[in-house]
């Protein structure tokens, strides 16, 4: 059996964790740049807010503060998140962490009879540690799990268990094939013109059409829905990745050296706790800038540049330290840039780090002090939202439209 573990309205609910005042509010999460709806709460779905949907379109709602909107927390999503795939971990015996949000929980040896309890188990800890309301399918496959998931949803129901395959084709009637997880928009219109209007239709079609028609990704869908889990998942990220990364826009073109300095070292510290939580240590940083791709008349820049570590590391000094001399060799001077990013790649198991042969007691000692001081930090700054503790090459004085909140005056918690 397989699970899917999905949190409800999960950028709404993680801004709830700060503001309880949200609660049973229509609220809804903006874009970069506040362009767009990217989340909603479910009192806002009720009235009427599209997911994708421009601001501007609900600007005089949110100015009579019918409809409460937020500028995207990404920290603060992140942070919840990697807690919430935590509690995913304590139950299944191998989780597959589909998106921020999502996970699927492979039960291999997990008798079926248990899978309920252990589902309200789950969803009971997401909201008693974190306050973050999580739904639960189970089912023989991945697909019919999501399915499982969302029906839940609909239902007002925390978990759902589906045994018998055939006890779902009643729902799988009532669901619009665009709603099949890999079908979409296009495949939706080609598959309308077949007769096909719901996931029962493409369940119903003899398999040698559905092969004929859509292929081998067709072919798995419909096993799956069949209750044959098929679909790989190769690609989905584990505990482990292969790269992390930390991306920012900023609200104006920006030329001022020290402030890019300030959000380069602020984006490389940020992978490095990330890099951390997952135990693992990188080989190689990046840094690249970017000038604004709608100014097209000075052109488009995108410098860039990486260092690569004679020893994987995950110390936030060293890696900072690295994506600012890469800032010094790719800036261009007298150029506004839009956007800046930092990645870490070749990520290897922290545990696997072995001494070098050539290292000295002092060099050992030194990087296991090291390791301990990461580790502090990171407790100090277990709190969502800004760190209490952070590099000096973090702090900048700021820019016209960005707060951030690593600004020049600092005040040690009380």
């Known amino acids: 059996m397989v699970g899917l573990a999905d949190c409800n309205n999960f950028f709404v609910s993680c801004e709830r964790t700060l503001n309880p005042a949200l609660e049973n509010r229509a609220v809804v999460v903006l874009s970069n740049n506040d362009g767009c709806v990217v ?29 409460i909107a937020l500028s995207g927390n990404h920290l603060l999503y992140r942070d919840i998140s990697l807690k919430v795939h935590d509690i995913f971990r304590r139950y299944a015996p191998k989780t597959l962490d ?15 009879s248990e899978l309920k309890a252990i589902g309200e188990a789950i969803a009971a800890n997401c909201w008693d540690e974190l306050h973050i309301p999580v739904t639960i399918g189970f089912a023989p496959s991945k697909t019919l799990a999501k399915i499982v998931s969302e029906n839940c949803k609909k239902r007002g129901r925390r978990v759902g268990v589906l045994v018998n395959v055939e006890s779902v084709r009643p729902v799988l009637q009532k669901m619009s094939i665009s709603d099949l997880w890999g079908i979409g928009r296009r495949l939706s219109k080609r598959l309308y013109a077949s007769g096909v209007y719901t996931i029962g239709d493409f369940a119903d079609k003899d398999l040698w059409w559905i092969r004929a028609t859509l292929g081998i990704n067709g072919e798995r869908s419909w096993r799956e829905l069949h209750g044959e889990d098929c679909i790989e998942l190769s690609h989905v990220q584990t505990t482990l990745q292969d790269s992390v990364s930390e991306s920012r826009t900023f609200p104006e073109d920006v030329d001022d050296y020290d402030y890019l300095r300030a959000r380069i070292a602020i984006y490389a510290a940020d992978c490095s706790k990330k890099l951390r939580a997952m135990g693992g240590a990188c080989k190689i940083v990046g840094a690249m800038l ?22 994987p590391t995950d110390d936030t000094v060293v890696i900072c330290n690295a994506a600012i001399s890469i800032l010094e060799r790719i800036y261009i001077p007298d150029i506004a840039f839009k956007r800046a990013a930092v ?8 545990q696997s780090v072995l001494p070098s042969l050539f290292d000295s007691q002092e060099s050992i000692k030194e990087k296991a002090s090291r390791t301990l001081l990461m580790k502090a930090i990171d407790n100090i700054n277990i709190s969502p939202g800004m760190p209490v503790l952070k590099l000096a090459s973090q702090i900048t004085q700021g820019h016209p439209g960005h707060n951030d909140g690593y600004s020049s005056s600092f005040q040690a918690p009380k």
């Open 39 to 67: 989340a909603r709460s479910n009192e806002a779905k009720r009235s009427g807010i599209k997911m994708g949907q421009p601001a501007f379109q609900i600007k005089d709602r949110i100015q009579s503060g019918e409809i």
């Open 290 to 311: 970017q000038t604004n791709r709608f100014h097209q008349e000075r052109g488009v820049a995108r410098p860039e540049g990486f260092l690569r570590f004679d020893d």
């Open 343 to 350: 990645w870490l790649g070749e990520i290897v198991p922290k």
């Open 98 to 112: 589909y998106s921020v949000d999502e996970a699927f929980l492979i039960m291999d040896g997990i008798p079926e």
